[in-house]
């Protein structure tokens, strides 16, 4: 094991019986068929949990619908990006030629992702509580409850609520299309409210992250129509 893996065992607080997890967990689709998506799909669940478990303990007097805000705002895209920067990740990712030249090592969807394979890695290597050990230090500079009024509802949540309110029916969503290489798509999703026929688009790296987009824009068109 060289010295980065060694010196990135000693800031993630847990040295590995098992190497090869920590070696798949930081490999992308595009270096090897040995990737990391599967601890990333694991890694997801394990933080999630975690998360959960702490706000639970911390925030005694939240709701379950503050918690699930504060628990999104924490482990999206953007919080775990800057999380994987301050482990030092893109100097230990194993990414592809293509990918490298392309700024896969900088880009936030990979180091993301990379993060949540490691976090799985841990909890395959030495079990549950070591994995959520892990994500409490991660999390430990964190201000849990701060701004939690200025979160706000996700917009499918949003939307949702803006039609229950008037007892409309759930929207529906579909994709339309799905673009670029297997390793860096791009979904687009429609929104459809067929009680008004009405319809709005939205684009993204992930199917939920493209539904969201599209719930954004139809409540916008929502909004906007005369009462």
């Known amino acids: 094991m060289n010295a980065e893996l060694l010196a990135l065992q000693e800031r993630l607080g847990h040295a590995f019986a098992n190497p090869a997890l920590l070696q798949q967990a930081l490999t992308h689709r595009s270096f090897s068929a040995d990737h990391n998506e599967r601890l990333e799909f694991l890694g997801d669940s394990v933080l999630s949990l975690a998360i959960s478990g702490l706000l639970y303990e911390k925030l005694l007097d939240l709701p379950e619908g503050d918690l699930s805000r504060i628990r999104s705002h924490l482990v999206k895209q953007d919080s775990l990006y800057e999380h994987a920067l301050r ?50 230090r991660l999390f430990k500079d964190v201000p849990l409850g701060a701004g939690v009024d200025a979160l706000g509802k996700d917009p499918k949540t949003a939307l949702q609520e803006w039609l229950q309110g008037r007892k409309m029916q759930l929207p529906a969503y579909r994709v339309a299309h799905t673009r670029g290489e297997a390793h860096r798509q791009t979904f687009d999703v429609v929104c459809e409210v067929a009680e008004w026929q009405l319809s709005a688009s939205g684009s993204g790296p992930t199917r939920r992250a493209a539904e969201q987009a599209a719930a954004a824009a139809m409540l916008n068109q929502l909004k906007a129509r005369k009462p």
């Open 87 to 136: 482990l030092g990740l893109p100097r230990v990712l194993r990414l592809g030629e293509g990918e490298v030249r392309s700024g896969g090592p900088q880009r936030p969807s990979i180091l993301a992702d990379a993060l949540e394979a490691l976090i799985g890695a841990v909890f395959l290597d030495a079990g549950f509580d070591t994995a959520a050990s892990l994500v409490r």
